[in-house]
């Protein structure tokens, strides 16, 4: 009533509410499916007007959108992209680099020992689609013995579906018996243990049981899952008038459309889900064989992501793989496998050192040999890039360490570093130095670099510098300082791991945990009180977050500072879908 009432006694509000009124339901921009191509027999400019892409300088878009193109009758695909492929390709690269083997991963065998044994115990950090914690707990119920399986697994875990997992596991097991409600749809479900699982499925019973085309069952897989009621009554009579016509009795007509209803509204295409599945195998087949290889393809595709390399390398840890700091004689731009069970971190993984730069030192050691010294690094790489915040970086993250330079030592002389850095390049772009009588260049010997003394640096600094620039802690973590205090709490106190809290269901039963602090974000509520979120990790996969209501804040305030080791004491509570704990005390706890 109010509104209706500024609208007839405000002429303003008045011509306001009009024009938003022409507006609503206008198109008010021009956006671009990121991999849909429309496909016509004639020239595209036939059948429908098109434009240029907005956000794509010389791509042709359609000014049609998508059910205008399909209800036209032309054909639109979509091309999915998936780094996943990458990361294949990138494994078998470095397999032929390292050793010598040509895998053709479209021929390796589907009933490989190995890759089920990976996938039996969960092991799927970097396998596609399986990797999320709800796979990895069906996959160790189901225990998957051939692809089938995982065809399936992909296509069930999905609202709705996924329902349906704990009875296909059982039916696979043995446990459940399997039943048919009908002696044909024996052969149209037993590779599923009679649980509908794909809309293939679905079609397959339309055509054997009702006599439909393979038309027809599509489009009545189509009129469930848009739930058009004029359509899906057509459907249905037509479903059980084609049961009845083929001698099928009309109680189990109607019990088999009871089961296809709600199946079709959310049902999965086998098609779909075995290229998925197949993807899944060939990551997980080379996971299972060259275990250094797959991983470091994974730590290459996600080189801008520190979150994700540090949980990584926590992976990579847990499976046995140590990964070597990186070093300006031994690193690549990119993680490189070195001998059994070690990777290599590469260069470009360090944060504000530029590909322009770690490009430069790599050719310049392959074509020339290892840098000697310090010194003959700032005369030999003749780059722009190698610069304050390169140099700075490099150094914090150890780069420089088997050249005999101490990391603060090399700090506190920064500025002399770089004069020392230019006046090599200048010399070097005189044409005369170096150069014989007889014309023929000849090597100089780089000048000694004087640095003035400083402390070296702690044990703190260096991980601080390594948690900064790679994203982890490498050389160390600090948790080991507080290990055996942690151990004896444990011990005597029953305090839980991060992993372990994360089961624990009940919201009111009290949780201990310790954790080293990885990020504080405050924030201040609508009543304009602070609190905080905070990030704790340990040595459990992933780390987890922490409510500090102000009530709790108010006492605990000196305790949240990251890189500190903290004891908290609370509650578990559930968000978003992630298990989090709600703060009730929290203590600094030192060596």
């Known amino acids: 009533p109010e509104l209706r009432s500024l609208y007839d006694g405000n002429a303003d509000a008045k011509r306001l509410i009009d024009t938003a009124l022409h507006l609503e339901g206008v198109v008010r921009h021009a956006s671009v499916h990121a991999c849909a191509t429309v496909i016509s027999k004639d020239n595209l400019t036939e059948y429908v007007p098109i434009q240029l892409a907005p956000q794509e300088k010389d791509a042709k878009i359609t000014q049609f959108e998508m059910h205008a193109i399909e209800d036209l009758g032309l054909l639109k695909i979509d091309f999915l992209g998936l780094k996943n492929l990458t990361i294949i390709e990138d494994t078998v690269r470095l397999?032929?680099?390292?050793?010598?083997?040509?895998?053709?991963?479209?021929?390796?065998?589907?009933?490989?020992?190995?890759?089920?044994e990976l996938f039996q115990r969960g092991d799927m950090t970097g396998v596609f689609q399986f990797e999320s914690s709800g796979m990895r707990r069906y996959m160790k119920d189901l225990q998957p013995t051939r692809l089938e399986d995982l065809i399936a697994l992909v296509a069930l875990y999905r609202p709705g579906p996924i329902e349906l997992i704990p009875t296909f596991i059982k039916r696979k097991h043995g446990e459940e018996k399997i039943s048919y409600l009908h002696p044909i749809m024996e052969k149209i479900l037993q590779s599923t243990y009679g649980v509908i699982v794909y809309q293939e499925q679905v079609m397959d019973m339309a055509t054997e049981l009702a006599g439909l085309t393979r038309g027809e069952g599509y489009l009545l897989i189509k009129a469930v899952g848009k739930k058009i009621k004029?359509?899906?009554?057509?459907?249905?009579?037509?479903?059980?008038?084609?049961?009845?016509?083929?001698?099928?009795?009309?109680s189990i007509a109607q019990k088999t459309w009871e089961l296809i209803e709600p199946f079709a509204r959310y049902g999965f295409n086998k098609a779909h889900s075995a290229c998925y599945a197949t993807i899944a195998y060939r990551t997980a087949y080379l996971k299972a064989h060259f275990p250094e290889e797959s991983m470091a393809a994974l730590f290459n595709n996600e080189l801008s992501d520190l979150d994700r390399i540090s949980f990584l390398v926590g992976e990579a840890k847990a499976s046995g793989i140590q990964i070597l700091p990186p070093d300006i004689n031994k690193s690549f731009v990119q993680f490189t496998p070195e001998g059994e069970n070690k990777i290599r971190f590469g260069i470009l993984g360090i944060k504000n050192v530029g590909e322009a730069i770690v490009q430069a030192i790599v050719?310049?050691?392959?074509?020339?040999?290892?840098?000697?010294?310090?010194?003959?690094?700032?005369?030999?790489?003749?780059?722009?890039?190698?610069?304050?915040?390169?140099?700075?970086?490099l150094v914090k993250a150890g780069a420089f360490d088997s050249l005999g330079i101490e990391r603060n030592q090399a700090l506190e002389n920064l500025e002399e570093i770089l004069r020392f850095a230019n006046s090599m390049r200048k010399d070097r772009a005189q044409p005369q130095r170096g150069t014989s009588l007889f014309g023929a260049s000849a090597p100089l010997a780089a000048p000694k670099l004087k640095l003035k003394p400083a402390p070296p640096a702690t044990k703190d600094q260096k991980l601080t510098w390594e948690k900064e620039l790679l994203g982890f802690?490498?050389?160390?973590?600090?948790?080991?300082?507080?290990?055996?205090?942690?151990?004896?709490?444990?011990?005597?106190?029953?305090?839980?791991?991060?992993?372990?809290?994360?089961?624990?269901?009940?919201?009111?039963?009290?949780?201990?945990?310790?954790?080293?602090?990885?990020?504080?974000?405050?924030?201040?509520?609508?009543?304009?009180?602070?609190?905080l979120f905070v990030t704790i990790e340990d040595f459990s996969r992933k780390p987890m977050e922490i409510v500090v209501f102000n009530s709790v804040l108010t006492k605990t305030a000196p305790v949240w500072e990251e890189n500190k080791v903290v004891y908290v004491e609370g509650r578990m509570s559930e968000r978003d879908g992630e298990a989090k704990m709600i703060c009730d005390s929290a203590r600094r706890l030192e060596a």
Do not use: W
């Open 95 to 116: 397999v032929k680099e390292q050793k010598s083997v040509d895998i053709d991963i479209s021929k390796i065998p589907l009933d490989d020992k190995q890759t089920f």
């Open 230 to 250: 004029s359509l899906l009554d057509e459907q249905k009579e037509k479903f059980i008038q084609g049961c009845i016509k083929n001698k099928i009795p009309s």
């Open 363 to 393: 050719e310049e050691r392959m074509s020339r040999g290892e840098f000697a010294s310090f010194e003959e690094v700032l005369t030999r790489i003749q780059h722009k890039d190698l610069n304050k915040k390169s140099i700075e970086s």
């Open 473 to 531: 802690y490498l050389s160390d973590h600090p948790l080991n300082a507080v290990n055996a205090k942690m151990v004896q709490f444990r011990d005597k106190y029953g305090i839980k791991t991060i992993d372990e809290i994360r089961l624990v269901k009940s919201a009111t039963l009290p949780c201990r945990t310790f954790g080293l602090i990885s990020k504080v974000h405050k924030i201040t509520t609508k009543s304009g009180q602070p609190m």
